[in-house]
Nanobody, 122 residues
Framework: VQLQASGGGLVQAGGSLRLSCAAS????????MGWFRQAPGKEREFVGS????????YYPDSVKGRFTISRDNAKNTVYLQMNSLKPEDTAVYYC????????????????WGQGTLVTVSS
């Protein structure tokens, strides 16, 4: 599967953005989908993930209550709605697909998109 992330940009603190990740290829609906981010000089960080059905979502404490992941399997797309953005959310955001069960661990994901830059100004 090939992944294409989009929707990044510049936003003021407290604002919102919605990222999209469009997938091409077959059987998108079978993949567990994740979002990660990487700020300059930092390791890639788990932002959240969603089960193949969309019925379960998982978030780290750093974004819980502010970020929401959803998916539309008919459109082969997964979304990351980001609200109440903070300057520390500034990073390149990546979507990723994983065969099998959920994971918060980047190396366990099988496919990656190219990333989209989110910049939050104070």
């Amino acid at each position: 599967v090939q992944l294409q992330a989009s929707g990044g940009g510049l936003v003021q603190a407290g604002g919102s953005l919605r990222l999209s990740c469009a997938a091409s290829g077959r059987f998108f609906y079978t993949y567990h989908m994740g979002w990660f981010r990487q700020a300059p000089g930092k390791e890639r960080e788990f932002v959240g993930s969603i089960s193949w059905s969309g019925g379960s979502t998982y978030y780290p404490d750093s974004v819980k209550g502010r970020f929401t992941i959803s998916r539309d399997n008919a459109k082969n797309t997964v979304y990351l709605q980001m609200n109440s953005l903070k300057p520390e959310d500034t990073a390149v955001y990546y979507c990723a697909a994983k065969i099998g069960t959920r994971s918060d661990y980047a190396p366990e994901y099988d496919y990656w998109g190219q990333g989209t830059l989110v910049t939050v100004s104070s």
